[in-house]
């Protein structure tokens, strides 16, 4: 095999692990919380960008290997709407790039056990993982990875609400390192590139984007098929 061909399947197997981000922290309603903000998380210029409909992104932890990035979106709609898509299988085709396969192996109060099967292209392998996500705190869930291809796999999400405002702020960390050897600036690019959309597709199934232009941008940024929801 070439190195242009190796390349290339480096390239789709970061795809692949990147869409399992929101797989990860996938923990159904009963796991989640939302609290007070704290506001000073983010300055009023920020606020006003994602009260305007903009994903931020920041790629955290640049001295270590693979790649970690954060980002952050404001919802117009509760927590319960955003779990209600995050937690579904069926919305999980949507906005998952490259999902086949979704099951809830376990479901408990404060922790569940999902398996994904994940096909990117026809030039990389099927994938499949186990994940354990558990509610970690009032406001914040974690998952980690117990099975798959990656050395470093950890996540978590956090909903958190504005005072006087009906909307929330939801946010996701996450930090991967492939098994595979591969430079970190793809890793990071292939973050830079996916998450922003993969959180503005659940922002737009969960109605939450704010108008109906908003919402039709938001999900035109899913990855998967939305005419699928209407059969």
């Excluded at 009023?44 to 992104?57: F, T």
């Excluded at 939801?170 to 830079?192: F, G, K």
């Excluded at 109605?207 to 035109?220: E, K, M, P, Q, V």
Aim: net charge neutral.
């Amino acid at each position: 095999m070439n190195q242009a061909t190796d390349r290339i399947r480096v390239h789709a197997l970061l795809n692949l692990f990147i869409t399992l981000i929101v797989v990860v922290v996938s923990i159904s309603p009963a796991l989640a919380a939302t609290t007070p903000a704290q506001t000073e998380q983010w300055s009023e210029h920020d606020l006003q960008r994602m009260k305007a409909g903009e994903v931020l992104l920041q790629i955290l932890h640049e001295n270590k290997p693979g790649g970690a990035a954060r980002v952050t979106a404001y919802f117009h709609t509760e927590a319960d709407d955003v779990w209600n898509v995050i937690g579904a299988c069926k919305f999980g085709f949507i906005y998952l790039r490259g999902l086949k396969l979704c099951e809830v192996l376990e479901a408990g109060e404060n922790q569940m056990l999902i398996h994904h099967r994940v096909r990117n292209s026809w030039y990389t392998p099927t994938l499949d993982f186990t994940f354990k996500a558990n509610r970690a705190a009032g406001d914040v869930g974690a998952a980690h990875l117990l099975e798959g291809d990656l050395l470093v796999f950890d996540a978590d999400w956090r909903m958190v609400s504005l005072p006087g405002d009906s909307g929330i702020i939801v946010s996701h960390e996450i930090r991967i390192q492939p098994r595979m050897l591969a430079p970190r600036w793809l890793v990071r690019r292939n973050l830079r590139r996916d998450l922003p959309d993969m959180l503005a597709c659940v922002r737009g199934l969960a109605n939450a984007s704010g108008d109906n232009r908003r919402i039709g941008a938001d999900l035109n940024r899913c990855p998967g098929d939305i005419s699928t929801l209407a059969k």
